[in-house]
């Protein structure tokens, strides 16, 4: 070969490689997750976007808000929220809400009343319309609250507390109340611990429980396929014993970029892959939207402009 093919050939090699690894970056972050089985064959994509598009399915968006909690479930054109992020995150909730054509919840819970999950609440309550709302029973003294209370009382909703062990049902979701306190002093202790079964698949949302309501519940049916971890990661939460009882296959860590609280905690991080479980971050992929049609998960991630502190 002659000295200048050579160097044609090279360059030739390089321009591939470089558009290789190109192709490899954008395709990584194109995302749609298959999680139930590595080999992924053309049928299989078929079958995960049916799931993906089909209106019957379950839905749940757990939104980018930083720091912050805000889950929106959906099933069968019926919603429910868990949490409304900060203050400053209310507006955006609502425009992204109406922009997926929700009227009215057929639920909406406050896990506890720190402003990182009922910031955004009031704005919530004052565009929707809202069959059942439901927080702990404890007043607290602070704006954020207050405002929950005149807006509520506004559109005439009732403010309820469901109970320990109490079920209720949105579509085919099934959903329970493993917990929820009365602590005026540590409101993290008083924060709701739902259970949502749909058809054979589980999640578990926890809003900010520390280990102390964790080990409360040890004995009940905790096992669940997706838990949102509890308060951002923060390594007073997610002990190794609730961490076993649950052994899900999928976290999410709903947590701010850079937040002054080192959330997500290492240690905590360490403890889910030790276990295997996959993790999804709203501060490293923004939105991250579940479907399920009862046996399978899919994640996909989506950009939404919900996190009002950005
Ligand atoms: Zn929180």
Redesign the pocket.
Known sequence: MRQEQKILLRKAIILILILLVTWLYNNKFESIYLTENDNIDLKQIEETKEVINSADNLKIYFLDVGE??SILIENNGEYMLIDAGNNEDGKNLVEFFKSLGVEKFKYVIGTHA?E??IGGMDDIIENFSIEHFYMPNVIVNNKTFEEILISLDAKNIAFETPNIDSTFTMAESKFVILYIGNDKEDLNMDSIVLKLNYKNTSYLFT??APTDIEKEILNKDLKSDVLKIG??GSRYSTSAQFLKAVHPKYAIISVGKDNEHYHPHKVILDKLIRIGTQVYRTDLEGTILLTSDGNNIYFETIKTNTNGGD
């Open positions: 912050a909690d720190h990182d999950h809003g900010d308060h951002h």
